[in-house]
């Protein structure tokens, strides 16, 4: 084995595009070569056949095949497994666990001739061991495989296609951290009906990593006219401000509905106790964004209340594509008051219109926070408390040594018995007869 060694460390044959077998490695003062182990057979456990710790063990197989073809393995490994076929690593996995029969599936995408199978074990302590099985009986179904280099992001594949017979479909893809097919990285299956005419179906799919090869797979026969990829835009989060609404409860205002923030009290909006009236919220988000020929919008909508009694009763959503500063309008209550003459107004309808403009204006919902934010307290000083923590700590007395707490108690006595001359001078003439043999003895 290739003793301390981590899984990440590269050594000996890993990478290697090709494989000879009397090709030797050096690895800490010490020369590793391959070993022959004609007993070790397919679907066969070996759970214990290595034991150092901290190290690694290289398996290897040579794969010959007639043609192109796919070929599903089931590995097992104690502890990490990495799998590399031709030079090329197509799974990594840094576990720790005990091996066991198909604890990884992939399938590899084997070329004519001979293709080059290592697989990389790496033990962290006690026994290690492995599982291997390849299903070269499996029945082999159609598939159209490509090359594809494309940035990450969402993309929609569609297909021209008909088929005598109903058959499920998927899209696989490999990316620049998996470069191999497999399950892990495939679209939901779409059912291509029996028709005697062409139709289109649709397989959308999202990859984190920049995208290198397509793979499509039906369940059987499938006749393909024509494909097409779309890469669409990568998915954009946003962010929203200038929060206005025609009411906002105490202590929840609308800004804090989007926030960002998830509190369990004060915070989301919230309009008790104005319930069973109709109120209005409007954002903005924080910056202009381009749609390329529309796009989808997803909107999230959390109502966690504590009570789960308060619930959104026939809401409603609209986008707009008005100019900045955007708001949701003149409620019809406020457009009623401006219906009637200046000096007619009641002392309500004026505190009306003032909380609307106190709750819609932006330049004055903006002053009011910044006013607020100014009013908080300022934040302790860390360096002032620690400071304040070290001279608090200095004027605490110090505790006396024992020994010197002994001294002062005997002193203390002292004093008092020359104040008493008299009474210790009877008791030492007492305490030396009593101790005398003529005393004892005759007591």
Same mark, same amino acid.
């Given at each position: 084995p290739f003793v301390n060694l981590g899984f990440d460390q590269k050594a000996g044959p890993e990478g290697l595009p090709t494989f000879d077998a009397k090709q030797k490695f050096k690895h800490a003062n010490k020369e590793i070569s391959w070993a022959r182990k004609p007993e070790w057979k397919d679907g066969q456990l070996y759970a214990t056949v290595f034991s150092a710790v901290n190290s690694v063990n290289y398996l290897h197989k040579v794969i010959t095949v007639d043609s192109p073809r796919d070929l599903p393995v089931s590995l097992g #490994?104690?502890?990490?497994?990495?799998?590399?076929? @031709?030079?090329?690593? &197509?799974?990594?996995? @840094? =576990?720790?666990?005990? *091996?066991?029969?198909?604890q990884e599936k992939i399938t590899l995408n084997l070329r004519k001739g001979e293709n080059f199978l290592l697989l990389k074990i790496h033990n962290g302590s006690g026994l290690s061991g492995f599982y291997f099985k390849a299903d070269a009986k499996s029945k082999l179904l159609p598939a159209i495989a490509t090359e594809l280099s494309a940035p990450k992001g969402s993309f929609a594949v569609e $297909? %021209?296609?008909?088929?005598?017979?109903n058959r499920k479909a998927r899209v696989f893809w490999k990316d620049k951290k998996n470069n191999g097919f497999d399950s892990k990285r495939s679209s939901p299956e779409v059912m291509i009906e029996k028709s005697d005419g062409w139709k289109t179906y649709r397989f959308d799919f999202v990859s984190a990593e920049d995208l290198t090869g397509l793979r499509f797979q039906p369940g059987g026969e499938v006749f393909v006219k024509s494909?097409?990829?779309? +890469?669409?835009?990568?998915?954009?989060?946003? %962010? /929203?401000?200038?929060?206005?609404?025609? $009411?906002?409860?105490?202590?929840?205002?609308?800004? #804090?509905?989007?926030?960002?923030?998830?509190? *369990?009290?004060?915070?989301?909006?919230?309009?008790?106790?104005?319930?069973?009236?109709?109120? /209005? *919220?409007?954002?903005? !988000?924080? +910056?202009?964004?381009?749609?390329?020929?529309?796009?989808?919008?997803? $909107?999230?909508?959390?109502?966690? $209340?504590?009570?789960?009694?308060?619930?959104?009763g026939r809401f409603r959503l609209a986008v707009t594509d008005a100019p900045r500063p955007v708001s949701f309008g003149i409620s019809p209550e406020t457009s009623a008051i401006f219906a009637v003459a200046l000096d007619k107004r009641t002392?309500?309808?004026?505190?009306?219109? %003032?909380? !609307? /403009?106190?709750?819609?204006?932006?330049?004055?919902?903006?002053? #009011?926070?910044?006013?607020?934010?100014?009013?908080?307290?300022?934040?302790?000083?860390?360096?002032?408390?620690?400071?304040?923590?070290?001279? #608090?700590?200095?004027? !605490?007395?110090?505790?006396?040594?024992?020994? =010197?707490?002994?001294?002062?108690?005997?002193?203390?006595?002292?004093?008092?018995?020359?104040?008493?001359?008299? &009474?210790?001078?009877?008791?030492?003439?007492?305490?030396?007869? =009593?101790?005398?043999? *003529?005393?004892?003895?005759? +007591?």
């Open positions: #490994s104690d502890d990490g497994i990495k799998v590399f076929l @031709n030079g090329k690593q &197509i799974l990594a996995n @840094n =576990i720790g666990r005990g *091996a066991e029969p198909d $297909f %021209s296609a008909k088929a005598k017979e494909i097409r990829v779309y +890469r669409n835009e990568v998915p954009v989060k946003l %962010s /929203f401000e200038n929060a206005l609404a025609t $009411f906002s409860q105490n202590g929840y205002p609308v800004a #804090s509905a989007v926030d960002g923030k998830l509190a *369990a009290a004060g915070n989301g909006w919230a309009i008790a106790p104005q319930m069973g009236k109709a109120h /209005f *919220a409007s954002f903005q !988000t924080k +910056r202009d964004l381009l749609f390329k020929n529309g796009s989808e919008l997803t $909107f999230t909508l959390k109502q966690e $209340f504590n009570g789960g009694q308060h619930a959104l002392p309500q309808q004026k505190k009306k219109l %003032s909380d !609307t /403009f106190k709750n819609t204006d932006p330049d004055r919902i903006k002053l #009011s926070k910044a006013l607020e934010q100014a009013r908080k307290s300022l934040p302790e000083d860390p360096r002032l408390k620690q400071l304040q923590d070290k001279l #608090s700590l200095a004027s !605490t007395p110090l505790p006396l040594p024992p020994r =010197i707490a002994s001294l002062r108690r005997d002193l203390e006595l002292s004093k008092g018995q020359l104040l008493k001359k008299r &009474i210790v001078g009877a008791q030492d003439l007492a305490w030396a007869i =009593i101790n005398t043999p *003529a005393f004892l003895f005759n +007591r």
